[in-house]
């Protein structure tokens, strides 16, 4: 099935679209919810409420833009309103008292996409939370501070504060990391 016949099915309420549905995009928002969750349970748990988001607001999609795309804001939102739930994203550490915490583990000598995102999921949530959002996701600090409901200057201070706490966990690991905004490339070394 095309995508357009998966949607056309899934706005008849059709459990066999559904189901095509889930399977074409469950891994990469798997992979979206476990960069915002704490466990793989809670990943899953956000997936799963995830989808029953779509699919309940899936007539609200007008073909413009990508339809993945908009499945991913959806699940992104998800993903903040389960934090909000539980008051998750609210930790705000300060980056001493957050680095005492880490358990800092030896580097392979081959850094592998998973291992950035391993180190970034060290951070607490609340600084996890908004540097997902900026620099993976793309929103600006005004729509994360609407989408957390706090002030747009905590969203840069946990950004800043990610970003610094991010360069010491890799600098423990040997990881040296340069990036650039704007769709210029990720440049990433490992020492051994």
């Known amino acids: 099935m095309d ?28 992979s979206v919810c476990y960069r915002f969750s704490i466990n793989r349970q809670d990943a899953e ?13 899936i007539q609200s999609f007008q073909n413009k833009g990508s339809f993945e795309g908009w499945v991913r804001r959806i699940i992104v939102h998800t993903c903040i309103n389960h934090l909000k739930k539980n008051k998750k994203f609210n930790d705000n550490l300060q980056i001493e008292a957050a680095s005492m915490r880490l358990m800092v583990d030896d580097v392979p000598s081959i850094l592998q ?19 997902n959002l900026f620099a993976i996701e793309g929103y600006n600090h005004k729509e ?5 409901d706090i002030e747009e200057s905590t969203s840069r201070s946990q950004y800043t504060r990610a970003k610094q706490l991010l360069a010491t966990i890799l600098e423990k690991r040997n990881i040296i990391i340069q990036t650039k905004k704007n769709g210029q490339s990720l440049n990433v070394a490992v020492s051994s």
């Open 45 to 57: 748990d956000m997936l799963q409420e995830g989808f029953i988001r779509v699919f309940s607001q």
């Open 144 to 148: 994360i501070a609407a989408m957390l």
């Open 113 to 131: 996409a998973k291992q950035v995102i391993d180190c970034i999921r060290v951070l607490p949530i609340g600084y996890r939370t908004v540097l």
């Open 3 to 30: 995508i357009q016949t998966i949607i056309q099915g899934c706005l008849r309420n059709q459990p066999a679209a559904q189901k095509e549905l889930y399977h074409l995009y469950s891994s990469k928002m798997l």
